[in-house]
């Protein structure tokens, strides 16, 4: 049942990066509906029918208009390193999709990504700042200032989450797919109107940039590192070895254009993002390399071994935009 699942939500958002077609119709009553809704729900955050919390230190939501992945998280280690070397307490809050955690739980080196979910779980190791989960990310917001003391807090998504007052928004956009058929849910990728990045402070452009004041963000790639052991090795030295390419993220395609471009050579298996992998997901039929983003390899780490490596990234943006940022926070 979830396979068939998995498939059809795999169809359905393939149809959203192509022509309208008849699907594309068929769906369109029920994206009236959710627009109407997502219209109704921001009237009453705006006239504070509905209540929202806020805070005594700023807050900037990394978040973006359409469903998958965009490069927010990239985005979010990056602010949180640059944000810390300026001086800020910062602290990290997410809703930690896939975790079964109830209530709030701060992440530690014990918790599984099982646990607290696979982008906090990385964004935790890779950053060393306290990453707070919770559905509710006010509370998250809250035990962050209570129990570590943070003066600046970044929201790893949550563009939507209005119960959450924010200082500066930051909306990440996928250069290459941009808005697809720039349709609302569930007849395209929309969750919010296009014409809602006129409120936000900045637009960050994973890849090719839309317009002169929007800021291009680079995702670069790092040494290939061995999952078990963190040794790491250039992708030259595999020369013509086989190689088993491994994403189970939002965009797949991505991660596999990225290692083509470093010269890999590879058979490509693509699963669902924030799939819960098992051995048996790795059972090929040669003991070749598998190669696999830093994502899904914090949800092997208890079974790896010598032939598992990831690909770690970091995402690179201007002086220009961080002296922005930062003039923005000073008003705040």
Not at 41 to 50: A, D, G, M, Q
Not at 55 to 68: A, E, H, K, S
Request: aromatic share 10%.
């Amino acid at each position: 049942m979830t396979v068939t699942c998995n498939k059809l939500q795999a169809f359905i958002e393939k149809q959203w990066y192509q022509p309208k077609n008849f699907l594309t119709y068929l769906l369109l009553p029920l994206s009236w509906l959710f627009s109407m809704v997502v219209r109704v729900r921001r009237f009453l955050y705006r006239h504070r029918i509905l209540k929202s919390t806020k805070f005594d230190v700023p807050i900037i939501v990394v978040g973006n208009l359409t469903v998958g992945g965009s490069g927010k998280t990239p985005l979010v280690i990056a602010l949180a390193s640059k944000c810390r070397a300026e001086g800020y307490r910062v602290g990290i809050v997410s809703r930690g999709y896939g975790s079964n955690n109830q209530g709030v739980t701060l992440v530690t080196d014990d918790h599984s990504a099982a646990e607290v979910g696979d982008e906090p779980f990385m964004i935790f190791h890779k950053t060393q700042l306290p990453v707070a989960v919770a559905a509710k990310r006010c509370r998250a917001v809250e035990a962050l200032i209570d129990k570590k003391q943070c003066n600046l807090i970044i929201a790893d998504d949550g563009l939507q989450h209005y119960a959450m007052q924010r200082a500066i928004e930051i909306v990440v956009i996928d250069g290459k797919k941009k808005f697809g058929n720039r349709l609302p849910l569930p007849a395209g990728p929309l969750r919010e109107p296009i014409a809602r990045l006129k409120t936000a402070d900045f637009i960050v452009v994973n890849g090719e940039t839309r317009h002169k004041n929007d800021v291009t963000m680079k995702i670069v790639p790092d040494h290939l590192t061995q999952v078990s052991t963190e040794a790491k090795i250039e992708v030259a030295a595999l020369n013509q070895s086989a190689v088993h390419a491994v994403a189970g993220i939002a965009s797949p395609e991505r991660f596999f254009t990225t290692l083509r471009a470093m010269g890999l050579t590879f058979e490509a298996h693509a699963f669902p993002d924030h799939h819960v992998f098992t051995p048996e997901d790795f059972q090929f039929q040669d003991n070749a390399m598998i190669v696999m983003t830093e994502k899904d390899a914090v949800k092997c780490r208890t079974f790896a071994d010598d032939h598992f490596w990831y690909l770690p990234i970091h995402a690179e943006l201007s002086d220009d935009f961080y002296t922005s940022l930062f003039h923005c926070l000073d008003k705040k």
